[in-house]
């Protein structure tokens, strides 16, 4: 009787998440595990509800479920569910914003799995997401590629579009919205085959949403706002928490952008409750960023600096270079319309914004002008790093004995001069 109704839990489960109600799907699982004995059946039940978790944003109870498959894998002794368990670990630590925690584990699998092929190119794309996160652009963009191979290698198109709309999310975040774009609706056109009951579907708004960022950041306010509400309405029909907190930040930066800050605030503070909730602490950063813009626009700079400040110790907290350094480029801003203040803030300012320009390596190695600083197309380089696409030219120009051949990154040319290994000899 007790294997029937458990057959039953998991048949009903499977369509539950069919039809993207992984929330349903999660707790016939559970239900499931309370009857299932063997490690096997338990690891993979693990698995499957760590996932699903991870789908509506619990990413705290995801990775107990991730650890509880580490336990039997330890149990029975078995390399590769090991490595299974450890990645599921990488997975929910990357999406909670434990970005170090989810390389090393990622490297642990890496280090251990008896196939590396298996999931060698879901571990590149955590791998490059989690450096994303702590804005180590260069090595997030290796595992971009590497992790995009072994998609195409394999005709995996799931990890293609899932690695396409990151990749077009790290060109966001570097100021290259045309790329961005291309990148995304890329991800879109490997969703058009889909079935309207496929699970998949699921990327489709959290692709869409990173549209309406970069039509957000171009100006194109109308755009974002069609996009936006688009991403909304199915992220509210499918309980997606994650997509809704990214719109609802959408939708209060757009009424910033409009000067309408009573519109923008109740929806940053909507949008930080939910976040708050699910453990998004990147997203929770950049909220407070809009909401010290916001309180800009009302003349409230001490609410301001109070609110930038929260963002700048969350930015710390997690090691994200890029929300450390706008938070020290806006209270420079801020500095400056609070006149009273001391001038060795502004000086304290600009030397950490300068420490992290240079740690981020955010410059192009051809004119020497830090990136994202406008809006521009960039071209990454086989190393990892990023130029101007108007400066990439300069890298194709013959030279002496090197007709035909293209220049060496003049960023790994410099890093090379400067070691000193290099001059003990």
């Known amino acids: 009787m007790g294997q029937k109704i458990t057959k039953k839990e998991l048949e009903r489960a499977e369509l539950f998440y069919k039809d993207q109600r992984f929330d349903d799907a999660v707790e016939d699982w559970k239900r499931a595990l309370k009857r299932v004995?063997?490690?096997?059946?338990?690891?993979?039940?693990?698995g499957r509800i760590c996932l699903a978790l991870c789908d509506v944003g619990k990413y705290r109870e995801a990775l107990t479920f991730a650890g509880q498959q580490c336990e039997?894998?330890?149990?029975?002794?078995?390399?590769?569910?090991?490595?299974?368990?450890?990645?599921?670990i990488a997975i929910s630590n990357e999406k909670s914003c434990e970005f170090a925690k989810a390389i090393s584990y990622c490297?642990?699998?890496?280090?251990?799995?008896?196939?590396?092929?298996?999931?060698?190119?879901?571990?590149?794309?955590?791998?490059?997401?989690?450096?994303?996160?702590i804005s180590e652009f260069r090595k997030a963009w290796t595992n971009y590629v590497r992790?995009?191979?072994?998609?195409?290698?394999?005709?995996?198109r799931v990890l293609e579009l899932q690695t396409s709309a990151k990749m077009g999310t790290l060109f966001c975040r570097l100021g290259d919205y045309e790329s961005c774009t291309a990148y995304c609706n890329n991800a879109l056109e490997l969703l058009g085959d889909l079935m309207d009951d496929d699970p998949d579907l699921k990327y489709r708004r959290q692709v869409v949403v990173q549209i309406a960022e970069a039509f957000r950041k171009q100006g194109r306010l109308a755009e974002a706002m069609d996009s936006c509400e688009d991403a909304m309405k199915i992220a509210m029909r499918y309980s997606d928490r994650p997509v809704q907190a990214r719109c609802l930040y959408l939708f209060a930066d757009i009424h910033r952008k409009r000067s309408d800050a009573e519109?923008?605030?109740?929806?940053?503070?909507?949008?930080?409750?939910?976040?708050?909730?699910?453990?998004?602490?990147?997203?929770?950063?950049?909220?407070?960023?809009?909401?010290?813009?916001?309180?800009?626009?009302?003349?409230?700079?001490?609410?301001?600096s109070e609110l930038n400040n929260k963002a700048l110790d969350l930015s710390a907290k997690v090691d994200c270079k890029l929300g450390m350094l706008r938070c020290h480029a806006r209270q420079q801003l801020l500095n400056e319309r609070q006149?009273?203040?001391?001038?060795?803030?502004?000086?304290?300012?600009?030397?950490?914004?300068?420490?992290?320009?240079?740690?981020?390596?955010?410059?192009?190695?051809?004119?020497?002008?830090?990136?994202?600083?406008?809006?521009?197309?960039?071209?990454?380089?086989?190393?990892?790093?990023?130029?101007?696409?108007?400066?990439?030219p300069h890298l194709a120009r013959s030279t002496l004995g090197r007709a035909g051949r293209r220049r060496p990154c003049p960023a790994c040319r410099s890093n090379?001069?400067?070691?000193?290994?290099?001059?003990?000899?």
Do not use: W
């Open 107 to 133: 490297k642990r699998t890496l280090q251990m799995h008896p196939d590396k092929a298996v999931l060698s190119g879901k571990i590149n794309l955590c791998l490059a997401n989690a450096y994303a996160g």
């Open 339 to 392: 006149k009273h203040l001391s001038s060795s803030l502004d000086a304290n300012n600009e030397t950490y914004i300068k420490k992290l320009v240079q740690e981020m390596e955010l410059f192009c190695g051809v004119c020497g002008e830090v990136i994202g600083q406008n809006p521009e197309r960039l071209e990454p380089l086989s190393c990892g790093h990023f130029v101007h696409a108007r400066c990439a």
């Open 416 to 425: 090379s001069s400067r070691n000193p290994a290099l001059h003990l000899t």
């Open 37 to 46: 004995r063997k490690p096997q059946d338990r690891f993979q039940l693990c």
């Open 263 to 304: 519109r923008a605030y109740p929806r940053y503070e909507s949008a930080y409750s939910i976040m708050s909730e699910i453990g998004d602490r990147v997203g929770q950063m950049e909220v407070l960023g809009g909401m010290a813009k916001t309180a800009v626009l009302q003349r409230d700079y001490e609410k301001a």
């Open 72 to 88: 039997i894998a330890t149990a029975i002794d078995d390399a590769t569910y090991k490595a299974d368990a450890f990645f599921n």
């Open 147 to 156: 992790a995009m191979d072994e998609a195409k290698s394999t005709s995996d």
